[in-house]
Structure formats: C-alpha cells, structure tokens
C-alpha cells in the first residue's frame, strides 16, 4: 500500500490531467458544461473516483454522465501517459452534490433568519415572566446598609453565628 499522502498527491494530479483532457483531447459536446472537483485514489493506488459538476438540469447531467463513460477510456490513457506510477487507475466518474447541497442548506439558512426576524419581533414587544427585580430581600428598599455601620464588636457576632452547636465552624 502507498503512503496516504502520495494517493492525495496523486489525486491532485489526477484531477488537473482529466480536467485539461477534458479541455483539450475530448470534443464531445455533452461534456463542455463539466467541471472536475474533486478526485480521490485508494490507498493501492488502483482506483481513481473523480467528481464532477455540471450546470444544468437532469437531462444535461444525464447526458454528461453517459458522455464521460464514453470517454473514459481516453481520459485513462491521457491519465496513464501523465502520471508515474506502475499501473494506471481505473477511473470511476461520480456526480458531485455538492451544489444541490449548497442551495439546500441556503434554503435552510434563509428559512432560518426569516424565523429569527419573527421571533426578534415578537420578542421586542414582550414583557419579562415576574417581577422586575427576581431577587427576594428581607431589608426594606429605604434602608441603606454601608460597612462602616460594622464594629469589631459586630465582626465577632458574625463569627459566632458561623459557629454550630459543638462549637465547630
């Protein structure tokens, strides 16, 4: 088995060969609209799964796909003939979701701030649950506590009451 880094290397180099083949050796017209995204290799460097995208609807995928299994052949020979390794990749060519997941999750995030808006407007007109001040006191409102108003004296009866029946802390 190679080593990981040198399939990802690989990889790379792979998908710029079929990306300029795609350009330049290959003139079937199902496959202007294409654009390689990604590529990936095994481990063993036998196989090759490259991903693509094509602009369009379901027909024009259709197309693209049926045309890049036509060229497959070619695109493996300009493969082998640009790479070095001892025995060339077999290519597998897989539709990349990656743009109908984008818009889906921009759907998502537009659904998404449209209900913050909402739940922002119901919120700037809405009343806190209870009192305004939570916290409950025993010390009247008009009564000022400062600490000068403790002596030594009033320290000592803090330690006092600290204490619990055994004499203990």
Known sequence: MADPARAAKLAQRIKVVVAEALGRKVK???????????????????????????????????DAAKGLEKAKGVLRQEVGRNITVRLTPTLEFVADQIPVNASNLEELLRAAKKRD?????????????????????????????????????????????????????
Do not use: C, M, W
Request: proline share 3%; hydrophobic share 35%; net charge negative.
């Open 28 to 62: 079937d017209p199902r496959l202007e609209g294409i654009t390689v995204t990604d590529a990936r290799v095994t481990n063993d460097l036998q196989h090759a799964t490259i991903y693509y995208t094509v602009f369009g609807d379901q027909v024009v995928q259709a």
């Open 117 to 169: 808006a909402e739940v922002a407007a119901l919120a700037a007109g809405a009343k806190h649950a209870g009192d305004a001040d939570p916290y409950k006191s025993d010390i009247p409102e008009d009564v000022e506590i400062d600490e000068d108003d403790f002596d030594e004296e009033d320290e000592d009866l803090i330690d006092d009451e600290e204490l619990d029946e055994d004499g203990n802390k």
